[in-house]
């Protein structure tokens, strides 16, 4: 079992739905939870990160972690062409190691 | 624009060739960290330098080395290069020393070998 999994993808949806992006993880040793999007050919750009299980919201974003379930989320609210783009999530284990083990990443088209 | 630069954009060379990648990580970031992305095999953790010394490795081939610099820049070496190491390779930085160890991502490197 790989230590994160994440549905690639395709994901299409029309402008203005809400869109649900998870992944799962099997290392409970796993503390901070984050959300990169990457566009096409560019690097990969953090957009949350979250420490605790619940939510947190940033403008349209909003990022939710259930540790007991090892469980990640990001919802994007509104959802517009331009967040049509790759979404890595990403998480770091504790202190003492700075590694951070990458979903292979869902893609997402958002269509006008 | 996340801070980190990384040169050139673009590399073009032959089988068997040496190239050598180059990132300046964000303004006070100790930690450099290099990333393969490939198609089939998504981002891969190749190697973190924190403030000149080697922190810790990934799927680094021995072909590959990398080094930081005092200056805190930091070069990605790949020699004796092969078909299959074609790919995007990034470089990231983080503060390093607390957490969420957060990392920023450069433009990236594409390297096509022919």
């Known amino acids: 079992q790989k230590e994160v999994e994440q549905d690639p993808g395709p994901l299409s949806v029309p402008e203005g739905a809400i869109v649900s992006l998870n992944c799962t993880y099997s290392n409970s040793a796993f503390q901070y939870f984050m959300w990169y999007r990457q566009y096409s050919r560019k690097g990969p750009e953090l957009l949350m990160y979250?420490?605790?299980?619940g939510n947190k919201e940033d403008g349209r974003f909003t990022a939710q972690v259930d540790k007991s379930s090892k469980y990640i989320s990001l919802f994007i609210r509104d959802s517009q062409p331009s967040d049509s783009a790759t979404y890595l999530c990403?998480?770091?284990?504790?202190?003492?190691?700075?590694?951070?083990?990458f979903g292979k990443g869902t893609k997402l088209s958002v269509i006008p | 624009d996340s801070g980190v630069t990384q040169t050139p954009k673009h590399l073009i060379t032959a089988t068997g060739q040496r190239v050598t990648l180059r990132c300046s990580p964000r303004s006070g970031d100790l930690s450099v960290y290099w990333y393969q992305q490939s198609l089939d095999q998504g981002l891969q953790f190749l190697i973190q330098y924190y403030n000149g010394e080697e922190r810790a490795k990934g799927n680094i081939l021995e072909r590959f080395s990398a080094q930081q610099f005092p200056d805190l820049h930091s070069e990605l070496n790949l020699s004796s290069l092969e078909l299959g190491d074609s790919a995007l390779y990034f470089c990231?930085?983080?503060?390093?020393?607390?957490?969420?160890?957060?990392?920023?991502f450069g433009p990236g490197t594409r390297l096509t070998v022919t």
């Open positions: 990403a998480m770091s284990p504790p202190p003492g190691s700075y590694q951070l083990t």
């Open positions: 979250t420490y605790s299980s």
């Open positions: 990231a930085s983080s503060a390093g020393g607390a957490p969420p160890y957060e990392q920023y």
